[in-house]
């Protein structure tokens, strides 16, 4: 199969090597704000605010603002096919898209676009990503000093002065010591905080992140699908498709990636019609046998997808969102500050806060 | 100041971006035997023995072997430059220095140059080694469960059956139910183990890695000399020497570098005209206030510097170096996956063996 882009009035088919590198050429155009690929404007990729003269620039702008900055110095089909690829990796519109985090995702990527959107589509956890979560929680649990509660929604969380008291809705109060939360950005504002979540947090939260891709799920019977791969621009019902395996019984993985405005509406379980036709777009003779999809965007503990900040957030929030109130750490990939949005950056933030809690309580703070 | 190399009948001044721009051009065609960087020959460089054929191929391979493939695609001067930094980089011959090695680490550098030099000698810890190990070992006394001896030789390794018992050289008894042994691949043959250590681990311990650079830490009244770099070749006394940093007084701190055969006689402490008139073919004005030397080759605890293994090594020993025997595990940087001879390598192969111990003891394994 070929990678097929479908751009307002034709579909090219190309060779995939073909299409990431014309993706790959226009992707560096468009990042190289500084004719050294940005290393001068976050040359340590994990401390990415050290230059802050950049970090003022740039924060304020929006993936439109850049797209405007460079005018004809894209060709109508690069900006297409560009749109088509940014439009999936942050969820969100090229007007409340940051260029910051863009900038931040390609420092990390090493400064180049194969490692770029090999890091965004290539590596993948062996076994998944629940087998993988599950591994942490064995490792927590096997030390025999773990207690734990799933699906107990919290009605409250109030900071007593030396411990902090969690109420579920079904009326159990657990006692702590010390909380960590790891609700995402777009949900902090709805929890039941005592004393309320800081104005910088709850405004942050409030505004939230741009991210709102939704993802589905396809398996197909055609094991030639394996090795599609697509854009769609202006974006139909889905933007992006790629084969991503093969399932045991021969037949094809697709994910299949829908974006602001005209994909979020995708509700594959109450109309499949939707969702095939779109995605006979790439592959005419597609059958589909199953579709697997959750709804994050109206999931009440998500209201999202991965993190992408809007303009001008990352120089007004990121440091707040960090910020301990009492007994309550707050730990999520939402503000992480290396790899935001991603499992990489939820570690990351998760030891930051951990090894905070840890030195504290070793210190001598008594419940 | 500017860049100095001193190449057999001339000494050039060059600009530092001229000089590191020279080297980067020179290094990377030496490392690019796949027309793509080596992006085909360590796709994954954490699991650098992926490619199962590259590996056979490049790890028999010599640096000097690697110079005779090339022949005449090198300009004498790109080659003379080339060998004084493999020399330094390595610390052994071209002869004894492995090329999968080098591949190794390039693909850890993100497959370019910049990258590559920036990993050698850019990054450092702002409070230095020394705090970071305090750093660890304060957290891991922090729990209360640390018991631990300094300098206390060991005399004897010897496992019972269910634990082991480690005797010190002045009589003390150490009971364990399991052992990390970290001792530095050059030294591990000394060790005193019962059972004896095996065959292949022995065999690679005593041919040893290739590495035995000396590394002098200069300080200098010349506050220009901040920015002074320079190689020489064929090496002197001294091969490399940078400006590394300025010291509360305005001094210049300079870190020099001895390479095999004619560097790794230097004896500061002996004979400081020696090293003087060394330092001054990059700076023939050079104040030196202090002198800062310790001879890694001869201390019995580490036989050499960072490891760069031989040819071979990698494809005969690796795999056998990070076995456990018994209730002896095995976690050296000079084994590591990723970062081999590296802080990161002994971190990941110390992770590595605490995770096995922990699952193990925690499955039930009695003392």
Known sequence: MKFILSLKDENVAMDHEEAFGALGSALQSFVNVDDQLCRTIIPFPHNPHYNAVALKKYDRMSLADRFSELGDKLTPPERDVLEAILSVQTGGTMENSSFWDLLRAWALSNYNWADYLSAAATYKLRRGQSHFARCMFDEAANTGRLDYAFSTPVAGIKDVGNHTEITS?????????????????NVLHELPFTPPLSPLKREASVLGHASRAIKINVEAENPELRSLGGLAHPPGKVTYVFGDGTTPTGNTHIVSLGTVPTGVGLQPAKDIKEISEALRLFADNMEITRLVFHDWNKDP????????????????????LRERQGNVFFASADWATAWRGCIDGAIEDGKRVAKEIADEIKEGYEF
Chains 1, 2 share one sequence.
């Not at 657990?174 to 909380?179: E, G, M, N, W």
């Not at 001008?312 to 990121?318: F, L, N, R, W």
């Open 169 to 185: 809705k079904s009326g159990a109060i657990f006692l702590s010591r010390r909380v960590v939360c790891t609700v995402p950005l």
């Open 301 to 320: 503990y998500s209201r999202g997808t991965w993190s992408w900040y809007q303009p001008g957030m990352a120089t007004k929030y990121v440091a707040a």
